[in-house]
């Protein structure tokens, strides 16, 4: 197994709505905003190849929304999927599976395109099957008021209609199920939206966790620091707090999606409680 981590952009959030009810003069130590009130935002998808696979865990928002859209998002920087993928020697249509920790836009988004003509829409990674659970699935296709303007339908339906989506399967009274299809472990949590996907992958020794929207910066590790965006923060902190105690205890090193300035870290126990130990890039670790 060979894991590459994969940039599919940069773009900024209110960081108000990162960090909920946490004042600004606390949650500004480690995410420092720009006069507008934004912070600096990552999409950090993973890339695993193993064997003849290569799976591609979460696409970025994609770019097939307007300009109008983009525009609330204030994208930055130079990063594309494509050429992320293209430095590693891949191209999208060498994926084998598109793996969606959850289906917010910016997590799915770049799984799906406009087709040739712009009439309609098609699975940009032609060769992959999508992989979500049907639980999730449901919440997303029958979007609570809260989050539909994060379910956006061109980024999902397309993905059924392509015949290729597949669900990960699991006994209802299990929380972590080891994949044997993908060959990594999931945790599940739902604090953030429903059955949102965790993936733990033995990696060269080492536990590597793909955070997701567990853990989007390194800023949240305090638990009252939990995201506006959640749609039951009461259940985030609970679930953050078991997680963080075990990956503190464990020696986790923790892959952050979010966090445009702190790749990976790993964690350690304080009088406070877990907190942000050390901080590093993928290839100081792994290379």
């Not at 190849?49 to 930055?76: A, C, N, P, V």
């Not at 008021?145 to 669900?167: C, H, T, V």
Request: proline letters at 5%; charged letters at 25%.
């Amino acid at each position: 197994m060979t894991i590459y981590p994969i940039e599919a952009g940069n773009f900024k959030l209110d960081g108000g709505a990162m960090f909920g009810v946490v004042p600004k003069t606390l949650w500004t130590q480690t995410n420092p905003a720009d006069p507008n009130n934004m912070i600096d935002i990552a999409a950090r998808c993973m890339l695993i190849e193993d064997g003849d696979r290569l799976i591609l865990i979460d696409t970025g928002m994609g770019d097939k929304q307007s300009d109008k859209f983009f525009g609330y998002y204030h994208l930055w920087g130079d990063h594309s999927l494509d050429k992320s993928l293209k430095s590693h020697g891949f191209h999208r249509d060498d994926i084998t599976d598109v793996f969606m920790t959850h289906l917010h836009f910016d997590h799915c988004g770049g799984s799906i395109q406009w087709n040739k003509d712009r009439t309609g829409y098609e699975p940009a990674f032609k060769n992959a099957h999508f992989w979500s659970n049907k639980e999730h699935w449901n919440w997303a296709t029958q979007p609570n008021d809260r989050e539909k303007a994060s379910f956006l339908k061109e980024n999902i339906i397309p993905m059924e209609q392509s015949g290729k989506l597949i669900f990960v399967e699991r006994k209802k009274d299990e929380s972590f199920k080891n994949s044997e299809d993908l060959g990594f472990g999931i945790l599940f949590v739902d604090g953030h939206t429903d059955k949102q996907m965790i993936p733990h992958i033995n990696y060269k020794g080492k536990k590597l966790v793909f955070m997701a929207d567990l853990l989007p910066t390194a800023g949240h590790i305090p638990l009252p620091f939990v995201m506006g965006y959640d749609t039951r923060p009461l259940l985030t902190m609970p679930e953050k707090k078991k997680f963080l105690e075990k990956a503190a205890e464990e020696g986790y090193y923790l892959w952050l999606e979010h966090d445009a300035h702190n790749e990976i870290i790993t964690l350690k126990n304080t009088e406070k409680g877990v907190r942000h130990d050390k901080t590093y890039t993928f290839n100081e670790i792994f290379n």
